[in-house]
């Protein structure tokens, strides 16, 4: 069974990679698409049957993979609970996107392509959660980036999408640098790479040192470091979180893909895996504490901002990652897993009916040009307001037992750094509310705002930044102030941008035409997601984290020396009510700016254009890489490449010694002047010169 959940998914990869040309587009869908429903099916099966009352943890051999000295690595499979949760995930997930993309993209000339690498994608997300070592996690963790890197620049035409897909794979290579060390690290530390081994080993290395870059510093803490450095690349933490929202650049199903239920939570699940290495290391697991509140604050002060429907989504995915990371750093990796889980239905269910909303405007993902579509697609308005209640934690949906479980556990835990996570998480809160109802006034209320941008919109990006400069320089002729100089404005005084590919994914002829709802191959995936946004925490929830919950995790997961689990029940009442709160201002807030005062947001840009600006350009952490790390290496690389391999290397090389040889050939084509006296005095000069070699030759022969 276990072998099907993880190969069916490749076997259908391959049918539709190799052979799409030839069986066509439609069949290439279908077969990945069941080969996807089929795995899920037994991922369910799987899940019940190890999570039950009889159900226990196994180890499924496939083969050794390989030997090196005192290295063996087998490739096999760990099947237990923290397995089994994120095999539902990935192959839920995963199904429903198949089947949405089989409507979305069914203009595009290169589905087989599209519909192979998705069950790639999926094929090694399932390599890397069913690992039995760290070998085989890392070569599913590197096919994960492989697998975005494809479908990030799967409009390779794009240069935007180009650039995004690039930037995602050397970012990640940056986390996945530290990741290496960490393994290696692990190996020399254990002798092993196998998780059952490392973990058996782990307490003996508890006040073990290791010297490193002149320090000794405690073995565990430092392997943890380095491991957690793989998370941070791929689940965007703070610092290197940059890639995530120029990965929009793909197609909207990959963003639900990859940035709602798989990659991006690969290192939530690497470092819950792991806990029983990282229960030892304090240190690391304040670190851990620390990066994830950052990085759930910071995301959600740069969504309040954000325009492109997607950007919003993807930043809001930021932030909740770090609330994950923040129960994982608490030590309540239990219920960083429960949100890992809930989250991946409410934000599949956001970026596929941002996808929904994309299709009904033909493309258009600027939320300044939707508004009132309410009126014209109601299921996926319906679809939306289920997934931005589940996002903001409203009480009984999902996102509501999860997101104030890590709420509760910040607050109870005495983890240093734990105090700065909890005001990091309750007003991100806060701001997550905000720019959630923000998000869905814009699009689904208030005056049609298309309807007035039609009539401009053109068949080519330079259109619609040619309608965006009209539109704003119409409002500056009806005197609104605060315009900065080089950048339009509409009459909110938003920063409007040129368009670029990331805010139009598509072109069609038929840009003009009524929004419409999507198809039932597009809206079914969204009501299957509801349901999950609903009630996939009270299922759940007392499993996850409730009476169950020792039962149902058994030795997967470290037990927290804190008891953090048991300590969130004694929270005072005005900690577990301080979410509602938040959430309560957010959407008070987003009402009055947007539905009853939609000027308030213009003025307060004009007032604080700072404020507004830094926001808006995302804390300037693209321009600070740009000149401390991009430009450097370009300057560099550019030396090396002029001066070391141009001057020196082929200049004294290859180029140098083909030179000299061409300099000797001119000065010996110049003796053949052509005519016969000077070749008769050659021949005389070469005659003279023989004779007096056999002279002198001869003579000291002779001689001798």
């Known amino acids: 069974m276990y072998h099907a959940i993880v190969f069916f ?38 899940f019940f049957l190890v999570t039950g009352e009889h159900g226990h943890a196994e180890r499924v051999q496939v083969a050794q993979w390989f030997a090196a000295g ?42 087989p392509r599209f519909f192979a690498y998705l069950s790639l994608f999926t094929f090694a997300m399932l390599m890397l959660v069913t690992a039995d070592n760290l070998v085989q996690m890392f070569f599913g963790w590197e096919g994960v980036g492989l697998a975005s890197y494809l479908l990030i620049g799967f409009w390779y035409e794009k240069p935007s999408a180009n650039a995004a897909a690039m930037k995602a794979f050397i970012v990640n290579r940056v986390g996945d640098f530290g990741f290496s060390l960490g393994i290696f690290l692990v190996f020399v530390l254990t002798g092993s790479v196998s998780f059952d081994a490392i973990f058996a080993k782990a307490p003996e290395l508890k006040d073990a040192t290791f010297h490193f870059l002149g320090y000794d510093w405690n073995a565990l803490t430092l392997t943890c470091l380095l491991l957690f450095m793989g998370a941070m690349g791929k689940s965007a933490q703070f610092l290197l979180h940059t890639w995530l929202p120029d990965a929009m650049e793909g197609p909207t199903p990959v963003s639900a893909l990859i940035h709602a239920a798989t990659m991006v939570t690969a290192g939530v699940f690497m470092v819950a895996r792991l806990s029983p290495l990282f229960e030892l290391a304090p240190v690391a697991l304040s670190v851990v504490t620390v990066i994830g509140a950052i990085t759930a604050f910071f995301a959600a002060t740069v969504g309040l901002v954000q325009n492109d429907i997607k950007r919003v989504i993807a930043y809001s995915t930021c ?84 997101k104030d479980a890590i709420i509760e556990a910040a607050y109870m835990s005495d983890r240093p750094g734990h105090v700065l996570a909890f005001l990091a998480t309750v007003i991100a809160a806060l701001m997550t509310s905000f720019y959630s109802w923000r998000l869905f006034f814009l699009t689904f209320e208030g005056p049609a705002r298309w309807a007035t941008q039609h009539g401009a919109h053109g068949h080519d990006d330079h259109a619609h930044v040619d309608a965006h400069a009209h539109a704003a320089s119409s409002h500056a002729a009806d005197g609104a102030p605060g315009h900065h100089e080089g950048v339009a404005h509409d009459d909110k005084g938003h920063d409007i941008e040129p368009a670029s590919h990331s805010a139009l994914e598509h072109h069609d002829e038929h840009h003009a035409h009524t929004p419409h709802e999507s198809p039932i191959v597009m809206t079914l995936p969204l009501a299957i997601l509801a349901f999950g946004a609903l009630f996939a925490g009270l299922i759940f929830k007392e499993r996850f984290i409730g009476h169950d919950m020792e039962a149902f995790w058994g030795h997967t997961l470290a037990h927290s020396e804190n008891h953090i689990m048991h300590k969130i029940h004694e929270a005072p009442g005005w900690v577990s009510l301080s979410p509602f709160i938040m959430l309560t201002l957010g959407f008070v807030l987003a ?47 550019l030396f090396l490449w002029k001066e070391g391999d141009g001057r020196i290397i082929d200049g004294m090389g290859p180029d140098g010694i083909s030179a000299r040889v061409v300099d000797v050939t001119r000065g010996v084509v110049r003796l053949q002047t052509g005519y016969v006296y000077h070749y008769a005095f050659v021949m005389l000069v070469g005659v003279a010169g023989l004779i007096t070699w056999y002279m002198l030759t001869g003579a000291a022969g002779g001689a001798h």
Request: aromatic share 16%; proline share 4%.
């Open 9 to 46: 998914p490749l076997i259908g990869a391959l049918i539709a990679g190799l052979f799409g040309r030839y069986i066509g587009a439609r069949l290439s869908e279908y077969v990945t698409t069941s080969c996807l429903a089929f795995a899920c099916l037994l991922a369910w099966g799987a």
């Open 591 to 637: 009402f009055w700016m947007y539905i009853r005062r939609p000027e308030l947001p213009g003025q307060l840009a004009r007032q604080q254009p700072s404020l507004y600006q830094f926001l808006l350009n995302k804390w300037y952490f693209d321009e600070i890489y740009d000149a401390i790390f991009v430009r450097p290496a370009k300057k560099f690389g």
């Open 319 to 402: 932030s909740q990652l770090g609330y994950m990371f923040v129960a994982l750093g608490v030590g309540a990796y239990s219920a960083g897993v429960f949100h890992l889980f809930t989250h991946a239905f409410f934000k599949a269910l956001l970026f596929l009916g941002a996808g929904s909303v994309i299709h009904a405007m033909h493309h258009e993902q600027d939320m300044r040009n939707m508004g009132a579509l309410r009126k014209f697609i109601p299921f996926t308005t319906a679809m939306m307001t289920i997934g931005t209640l589940a996002l903001i934690g409203f009480p009984y949906t999902a996102g509501y037992y999860s």
């Open 70 to 111: 005192d290295l063996t690595v087998d490739w096999a499979f760990k099947v237990d609970t923290l397995t089994c949760v994120m095999l539902v995930v990935v192959t839920t997930v995963s199904t429903l996107v198949h089947i949405y993309s089989i409507g979305y993209m069914e203009e595009d000339p290169h589905r």
